[in-house]
């Protein structure tokens, strides 16, 4: 049976990014949105792998605080690259927001505003983490962020920002499109995990 380390996540990561890419390339242009639904993609797939990701980390969290050592360099390495996700989400959003509102940031939007909230709080933890440098510490803050996190995605009010721009499109191949980038972006991601953990064991 293959171990967890012989697994080729550095294949697997660029395997996983080229498909993202190649998706987003390949998404055909939406009726109303044009190409513009391809930042859209970009910016929605990062932005909700990142959550995913957030919650894969919790998991891992949970597995530490119930004994497994092992889960510790997982837990905090799947976290922080979720944060890059949120982070590089947040980037690629302004674009379509430049096109679409004539703005890079909308900070009347309370989707924008909780995403600037989740940014500067996300950033203050991992400081706060590597200066207490308490595991037990740092996996019931993944588990705590990782559930306020998703109770504000789940809650934020929206105002210019779509409900839901995928679902409420009406050709069928959209959200099939969609749901192939966001699977290679969260693949991707976990791939990007088990590289950089097994290159931290490597002697």
Same mark, same amino acid.
Request: glycine share 4%.
């Given at each position: 049976m293959t171990s967890i380390?012989?697994?080729p996540y550095r294949?697997?990561?660029f395997i996983f990014i080229a498909l993202w890419l190649t998706l987003l390339f390949l998404t055909p242009p939406e009726r109303t949105l044009g190409t513009l639904i391809r930042w859209i993609f970009a910016h929605g797939s990062l932005t909700q792998a990142a959550v995913y990701v957030f919650l894969v980390a919790a998991l891992?969290?949970?597995g530490y605080l119930l004994g497994n050592d092992n889960l510790y360099a997982?837990?905090?390495t799947v976290a922080v690259i979720a944060f890059v996700l949120w982070a590089l989400g947040f980037i690629i959003s302004m674009v379509p927001a430049r096109i679409a509102?004539? +703005?890079f940031v909308d900070?009347?939007?309370p989707r924008t505003q909780m995403t600037l909230r989740v940014l500067a709080v996300g950033a203050v933890f991992l400081v706060v983490a590597w200066w207490v440098h308490q595991p037990k510490f740092t996996a019931i803050a993944i588990i705590l962020f990782a559930f306020v996190l998703l109770f504000l995605v789940r809650s934020t009010a929206?105002?210019?920002h779509p409900a839901n721009p995928v679902g409420e499109s009406p050709s069928p191949i959209i959200p099939l499109v969609y749901s192939g980038v966001l699977l290679s972006a969260v693949l991707g991601s976990i791939s990007l995990a088990g590289w950089? +953990?097994?290159r931290k064991r490597v002697p």
């Open positions: 380390r012989q697994i294949l697997l990561t891992l969290s949970a997982w837990m905090t509102w004539g +703005v900070l009347n939007e929206i105002i210019r950089l +953990v097994n």
